[in-house]
């Protein structure tokens, strides 16, 4: 499992968080430590801040609690925001991937879909919707879709 790995006994011993269990890491406090280290070296999180009051991995586990499944991550709701307990979740990946500033929005006037909800709502393979768009300008025939812009 990533993030998990042996640490010496005397850690447990010394850490009073209780992130160390079975004689490895748990995922949440591993999620926790990258967090800090992406904030503090990645440049793509330059502008990124972790709230003071999660530096401390208690505070921070007692605002997120443990994440539902080993399927879940952290997720940022807004992506410029930073890592504080009202703009943070745990999702799954496919929730996450939904979220991000790069992903193309696409509307019909009734709703609001990614190009892999449009090729599932219309039945069709997203390889063919990406054409379709691309070629047509739309999904589907007699049916005006429009690319949203993207997130500013």
């Not at 005397?10 to 004689?23: D, P």
């Not at 500033?101 to 090729?119: C, D, I, M, P, Q």
Request: aromatic content about 12%; charged content about 30%; some cysteine.
């Amino acid at each position: 499992m990533r993030g998990r790995w042996s640490y010496p006994k005397w850690v447990a011993a010394v850490v009073s968080h209780g992130a160390y269990k079975n004689g490895g890491e748990t995922p949440e406090h591993y999620i926790w430590r990258e967090m800090l280290a992406r904030c503090g070296k990645d440049a793509r999180y330059i502008n990124i801040r972790v709230c003071d009051r999660w530096r401390k991995y208690e505070n921070f586990l007692a605002d997120m609690g443990e994440r539902p499944t080993s399927q879940h991550q952290l997720d940022r709701i807004n992506n410029r925001g930073h890592y504080t307990p009202r703009n943070c979740r745990w999702t799954t990946r496919s929730v996450q991937q939904k979220n991000k500033n790069s992903t193309r929005r696409y509307t019909n006037g009734k709703g609001t879909f990614t190009l892999a909800e449009v090729a599932d709502e219309v039945g069709i393979s997203r390889a063919l919707a990406c054409w379709r768009f691309r070629e047509w300008g739309t999904f589907e025939r007699n049916v005006r879709w429009r690319e949203l812009q993207r997130r500013p």
